[in-house]
Structure formats: structure tokens, C-alpha cells
């Protein structure tokens, strides 16, 4: 601020101010929405296939990934049914949430180029 009472703030520079919150907090909303879409989804489908796995499986439950494998199959070096998915699962996961928590970084980027071009008033 001048002792002039002169504004010296352009219409430019609050436009170009404002664009850049709107960029960074939009893009924080929507990655956070993605996160959390994709963490609930994960979590879910991860925690319905571990509660379907079961030690002593009956007659009815010997398709999907309740099925143990009897005895020693291919050397005995098979997982504990549905393990590998799981891990699949968990991995394509954590991708998703990694790729979501880029969009908040480029929407701080490209807040940070726009928010310093300037156009003082003279």
C-alpha cells in the first residue's frame, strides 16, 4: 500500500489470483472425492474377499477364492486361496490413489503459474 491512496492492485491481478485459488481448490475437492471413492471401493473389495476365505471349506462353498487347495498341489506352493488377487487388488488400489493425488499436484502447479503473472497499475 502507497501513502497515495492509489490503487495499485490491477483487475488483471485479482483475476489472475482468483483463477489460481479456483485451480488449486477445485482440484484439491475433486482429488480428494477420487481418493476417497477409490479407497472406499478398495477397502471393501479387499475386506469381502478376506471374509470369504475360510479354513475348512464345506461341499457348498468350493468355487471362488473360499476353495483351499487339498493336499500338496504343484509341490505344495500354491497361496492360501485368493491371496494373489488380494495382492492385485491392492496394488491396482494404490495406483488409482497415487494418480488421483497427482491431480491435486498439477492444479498446485499450474495455480503457482498463474498466480504470478502481474499487471501492476501506474
Known sequence: PQ????????IYSATAHL???LCCG??????G?????VGDTGVRAVGYRASSITLFP?????EGYS???????DGGHDEVSGSADQNRLFVGMLIMLIFSEALALYGLIIALIVSQ???PCK
Not at 472425492?33 to 471413492?37: A, F, H, K, L
Not at 464345506?58 to 468350493?62: L, P, T, W, Y
Not at 476353495?67 to 498341489?73: A, K, M, N, S, T
Open 3 to 10: 501513502n497515495t491512496r492509489e490503487n495499485v492492485y490491477s
Open 19 to 21: 483463477a489460481a485459488g
Open 26 to 31: 477445485l482440484s484439491g475437492l475433486v482429488a
Open 33 to 37: 472425492g477420487c481418493i476417497g471413492i
Open 58 to 62: 464345506s461341499s457348498s462353498e468350493k
Open 67 to 73: 476353495q483351499i487347495p487339498d493336499g500338496e498341489v
Open 117 to 119: 503473472h502481474s499487471y
